[in-house]
């Protein structure tokens, strides 16, 4: 949104300026905070803070109160609602890509599993900033499409081939690294069977499963990670990208009073990217 008014002693923006809130809020003083890493402050816990919208209220009203300029990115000519997603949508697949650079050169394979509101900006993040072929998996057609659409070289039906399809589209080497964006048991097991030798996991969904992993489990040398949110500089980043016409978020949108019909639509997985409510 824009920068509505100051508080007292308040510096850092001006009004009228046109931010977005970076959401994850941390001390502001720690290690993690000093490097932009608020997502993984040690101390907001202990200390009860809670972002606006994730465990506090604030988030879907027309005015928002935000405790520091730091936690806001300037965004320059993007419009507010095309790019307010980017801030969650945007900002935790290129936390998790970005983690994952080292396994993914030219000629490496990255395996996208959901192609929801944070699986279509992953593939363009991967399609932007790695020289992987992109595969994506989904149970649904239509965000198969969609998946095809935003860049991704092959798209796959989630189900009980799609395992010896990506060994067989991989010569038998599977993926490099897998993005799981659902993290329920079917989709976790077919990154464990999936990901080679020497391979990242990472788990940016949640849907509450877990993955056992060892010598009997996942293929030597691979990792497994449970990534959050992202840093404050990689939201300017993902802002960049969508300045520079590399990504964006597919939308849907509704007002203030319509809000319970998108949480319905999104139930049912009929929502096409993100639902944006806007007052």
Request: aromatic fraction near 4%; include cysteine; glycine fraction near 14%.
């Amino acid at each position: 949104g824009v920068v509505d008014a100051l508080g007292p002693g308040a510096t850092g923006v001006e009004v009228a300026e046109p931010v977005a809130v970076y959401g994850a809020w941390g001390c502001g003083v720690c290690h993690a905070c000093a490097q932009g890493a608020e997502n993984y402050c040690p101390r907001a816990s202990s200390l009860g803070i809670q972002p606006p919208g994730l465990g506090a209220p604030g988030a879907m009203a027309e005015y928002l109160v935000v405790d520091d300029a730091r936690h806001l990115v300037p965004l320059g000519d993007l419009d507010p609602v095309a790019a307010v997603s980017l801030t969650d949508a945007g900002l935790t697949p290129y936390h998790a890509i970005v983690s994952s650079l080292g396994a993914l050169p030219a000629g490496s394979t990255a395996v996208v599993i959901g192609v929801g509101g944070l699986g279509h900006v992953g593939i363009q993040i991967l399609r932007a900033i790695t020289g992987a072929t992109v595969i994506a998996l989904d149970l649904n057609e239509d965000k198969l499409k969609l998946a095809r659409e935003v860049g991704a070289h092959r798209a796959l039906p989630s189900d009980e081939s799609a395992v010896e399809s990506i060994r067989s589209l991989t010569v038998g080497v599977g993926a490099q690294a897998v993005f799981d964006f659902v993290g329920n048991g079917p989709t976790l097991e077919i990154a464990r069977q999936v990901v080679a030798l020497n391979g990242v996991i990472q788990i940016v969904g949640i849907g509450g499963a877990v993955l056992p992993t060892g010598f009997f489990s996942t293929p030597m040398g691979a990792t497994v990670r449970a990534p959050y949110w992202g840093t404050r500089s990689e939201l300017m980043e993902v802002l960049d990208l969508a300045r520079a016409g590399a990504i964006h978020v597919e939308t849907e949108r509704f007002t203030l009073d319509e809000a319970p019909e998108a949480y319905r639509r999104l139930h049912e997985g009929m929502v096409r990217g993100r639902a944006v409510v806007v007052p």
